[in-house]
């Protein structure tokens, strides 16, 4: 019997000392490391609630460009106005100017302006990219014909349909 009791002590032994080991593991690695983690994932989820709230800022201050580029109404006629100004500073003749009727859409309006000009393939082109960075407002081109013009070469005749986008404030 006392041959059995030294064999537990001694199985004890071989189970106990691996037990601390892995308690002493778990004690100094796991532990301060679950505490980092914790730590860490708190600190993901405020910068997660901050990366939601630059978007958000983002997403707004991008809006206000293209509604700053929205004009009123009655701004139309000074659009149009340095509309047919560049035309002759690109050495394009203006034959007519012509707005139609505004449509309305969901937050803004479109009102088509029609030009008949006549010039140079280059001054054409020029103008069009006038438009494409025009400051004052947001316009696009809808319709662009171009046909020989009843002038010598080069030059040529041009259609131009313009969307002058309108806010409906």
């Known amino acids: 019997m006392i041959e059995l009791i030294k064999i537990f002590r001694e199985k004890k032994k071989i189970i106990f000392i691996p037990a ?6 778990i004690m100094f690695l796991y532990f301060p490391l679950a505490g980092k983690i914790t730590k860490k994932n708190k600190e993901l989820s405020g910068l997660n609630v901050q990366l939601k709230s630059v978007n958000e800022n983002l ?4 809006g ?37 009727e505004k449509n309305i859409k969901d ?3 479109l009102l088509p302006v029609y030009l ?5 393939f280059k001054q054409i082109g020029l103008f069009l990219s006038f438009l494409r960075e025009f400051e004052g407002a947001l316009i ?25 986008y309108l806010s409906n404030e």
Do not use: F, W
């Open 116 to 120: 008949e000009m006549e010039g140079e």
């Open 59 to 62: 997403r707004i201050i991008q």
């Open 140 to 164: 696009t081109v809808e319709n662009l014909q171009i046909k020989r013009a009843d002038m010598p070469l080069p030059k040529i005749a041009g259609v131009v349909t313009l969307a002058i």
């Open 64 to 100: 206000l460009k293209v509604n700053k580029r929205l004009i009123k109404e009655e701004d139309t006629s000074l659009v149009i106005d340095t509309i047919s100004k560049q035309c002759r500073s690109h050495s394009l003749e203006l034959k007519s100017i012509t707005q139609k």
């Open 107 to 109: 937050g803004y309006s």
């Open 20 to 25: 601390g080991i892995v308690s002493i593991i």
